[in-house]
């Protein structure tokens, strides 16, 4: 998907993908994830948040999330846009987060929906900015008034698991990235930066980081002409062979197969 989140490209990105499992991340952009078909849950921070046809997450700039789906295949249409386009809305979302993040479908006003769905299917208007920022502001009017909203954490086990995020987020394009590395320039140590990743992100360093690196070369493969060859080595593996031993493990496909799939149905989606 859209470099979810590791590297924005834009002030605005719509699109709709089958739901499937995120690793945590966290970028600058309000970021919405309305569940068309199926369920998804949604982390933010610690917590795990349930998602059902019909319901809506927002992810307010610099919360660390992620996305886990389970069971029968469903299917998310997500946004994410600058805090500009947010206009008088931008001091809330960049300075407050909401308590719960989940709007539940009934309370989902209809004017959201239709925001939603006509940034989605009208994606070459000629007045794109104007257009964003009047959708977004109205989806945030909409939302608001059913979100408990709270001054940021700062708490120190909080901080440290942002500045991780942060750190491998600005860094994963490197090749020779390890454990000890990054503990290092966190001033931390490797045996304290592996239970952050065992016990926050439930996984271990290279799994964490074999993912994010395959995020971006999916990014990749949908979106750009790069070579196969040209994706991995940018997104910062380091060996063919380790390459796609990951990719296979995580897609259950080859790289060319995904990306003969993909851009055919990215092509063709609605």
Not at 75 to 85: C, G, N
Not at 132 to 147: C, D, E, F, G, T
Request: with cysteine; net charge negative.
């Amino acid at each position: 998907m859209y470099s979810l989140h590791y590297k924005e490209k834009n002030d605005f990105e719509i699109f709709r993908m089958n739901s499937q499992h995120i690793p945590p991340h966290l970028h600058k952009n309000i970021e919405f994830a309305y569940c068309l078909e199926g369920t998804l849950a949604v982390g933010v921070g610690t917590t795990l948040y349930g998602l059902e046809k019909g319901d809506l997450a927002v992810i307010f700039p610099e919360q660390i999330h992620h996305y886990q789906s389970f069971g029968a295949e469903g299917s998310t249409l997500y946004m994410l846009a600058t805090p500009s386009l947010s206009g008088s809305f931008m001091q809330t979302i960049t300075t407050l987060v909401p308590v719960d993040p989940i709007i539940r479908a009934k309370d989902v006003h209809p004017d959201i929906y239709y925001a939603l769905e006509t940034l989605d299917v009208d994606k070459d208007s000629p007045h794109d900015d104007i257009l964003h920022q009047a959708y977004v502001m109205i989806i945030l009017a909409r939302i608001l008034p059913y979100l408990q909203l709270k001054e940021k954490s700062t708490g120190t086990g909080e901080n440290l698991v942002y500045r991780t995020v942060s750190y491998i987020a600005e860094h994963y394009t490197e090749e020779d990235l390890t454990l000890t590395k990054v503990a290092h320039d966190l001033f931390i140590s490797p045996f304290a930066l592996s239970r952050i990743f065992s016990g926050t992100f439930h996984m271990n360093f290279n799994k964490y980081l074999n993912i994010t690196r395959l995020e971006y070369v999916r990014y990749l493969l949908e979106y750009t002409d790069q070579s196969i060859t040209e994706a991995y080595e940018n997104a910062g593996f380091g060996s063919q062979r380790t390459f796609n031993r990951a990719f296979r493990e995580h897609f259950h496909m080859t790289p060319k197969e995904y990306r003969e799939l993909n851009q055919k149905e990215w092509g063709s989606r609605i």
